[in-house]
């Protein structure tokens, strides 16, 4: 699947997802206590929407194993080298990353990270921010230092929108590892599959597959359009008043 086929299928699991998940003690646990002063069992509107962005991004995480990917070319030299490490370390393309272990451990250490290291976590969330914007194809066609200030900008406004907001991101492990696994369960409807139970080699297609071929037109002509009406309808029932 296209990054932002990815993306926006990271949005509606988030969506979809969240809501019932935030009594989890992975998200209604001390970091909140600290944050907002209130063992909340509910996300806030604000809190979903940050939380549908930032899945968004992370869905984008496990191609960093292929350096031609949008998550490789999105920070220049220094993702693509990173892509080409995970990419030897996990075997190629479709190999660890695309696998319930990688959503596992990336969603616990997006966790730590949020309760340890509050910078590496706000920083963790700017990078995932723009990575979702990045993947929905937020810029200027052909005008690439363009996209790049577009993408930092609205990056930057969003970041300030949720910090005004007092957003805490006791989810953030949540949101990307349900990120992560979308991406893997998006990919298991293509014709390639994944290994999803990596270690082990066996890919994994979905038996109800509908067998989409990357890049063509269903793809872009007739999911997109079915994924962002989706969207739509998912904020407005997580937000329309009861």
């Given at each position: 699947?296209?990054?932002?086929?990815?993306?926006?299928?990271?949005?509606?699991a988030?969506?979809?997802?969240?809501?019932?998940?935030?009594?989890?003690?992975l998200?209604?646990?001390?970091t909140?206590?600290?944050?907002?002063g209130?063992?909340?069992?509910?996300?806030?509107?604000?809190?979903?929407i940050?939380?549908?962005?930032?899945c968004?991004g992370?869905?984008?995480?496990?191609?960093l194993d292929h350096p031609?990917?949008?998550?490789?070319?999105?920070?220049?030299?220094?993702?693509?080298?990173?892509?080409?490490?995970?990419?030897?370390?996990?075997?190629?393309?479709?190999?660890?990353?695309?696998?319930?272990?990688?959503a596992?451990?990336?969603?616990?250490?997006?966790?730590w990270?949020?309760?340890?290291?509050?910078?590496g976590?706000?920083?963790?969330v700017?990078?995932l921010?723009?990575?979702a914007?990045?993947?929905?194809?937020v810029?200027?066609?052909g005008?690439?230092l363009g996209s790049?200030?577009?993408?930092?900008g609205?990056?930057?406004?969003l970041?300030?929108v949720?910090?005004s907001?007092e957003?805490?991101?006791?989810?953030l492990?949540?949101?990307?590892?349900?990120?992560?696994?979308?991406?893997v369960?998006?990919?298991?409807?293509?014709?390639?599959?994944?290994?999803?139970?990596?270690?082990?080699?066996?890919?994994f297609?979905?038996?109800w597959?509908i067998?989409?071929k990357?890049?063509?037109?269903f793809?872009?002509?007739?999911?997109?359009?079915?994924l962002?009406?989706?969207i739509?309808?998912l904020?407005y029932?997580?937000?329309?008043?009861?």
């Amino acid at each position: 699947m296209m990054g932002h086929t990815h993306a926006m299928t990271g949005a509606i699991a988030w969506l979809g997802l969240a809501p019932p998940l935030a009594a989890l003690p992975l998200v209604n646990e001390s970091t909140r206590f600290v944050e907002t002063g209130i063992m909340a069992t509910a996300l806030s509107p604000a809190e979903l929407i940050a939380g549908a962005i930032i899945c968004a991004g992370a869905s984008m995480l496990p191609d960093l194993d292929h350096p031609s990917a949008t998550i490789a070319q999105t920070f220049g030299p220094l993702t693509w080298a990173l892509s080409k490490v995970v990419s030897w370390l996990g075997g190629g393309h479709r190999g660890a990353t695309h696998s319930l272990v990688f959503a596992v451990a990336i969603g616990f250490g997006a966790h730590w990270l949020a309760n340890t290291y509050p910078v590496g976590r706000d920083v963790m969330v700017v990078l995932l921010i723009g990575l979702a914007l990045r993947a929905i194809g937020v810029g200027i066609p052909g005008n690439k230092l363009g996209s790049i200030m577009i993408n930092i900008g609205m990056t930057a406004g969003l970041y300030a929108v949720f910090l005004s907001l007092e957003v805490g991101y006791a989810w953030l492990g949540l949101a990307v590892a349900v990120g992560s696994f979308t991406h893997v369960v998006g990919d298991c409807m293509t014709e390639r599959g994944c290994p999803v139970l990596w270690p082990l080699g066996a890919k994994f297609v979905l038996p109800w597959k509908i067998g989409i071929k990357t890049g063509r037109k269903f793809e872009q002509k007739i999911l997109a359009p079915i994924l962002s009406v989706a969207i739509v309808g998912l904020l407005y029932w997580r937000l329309a008043p009861v």
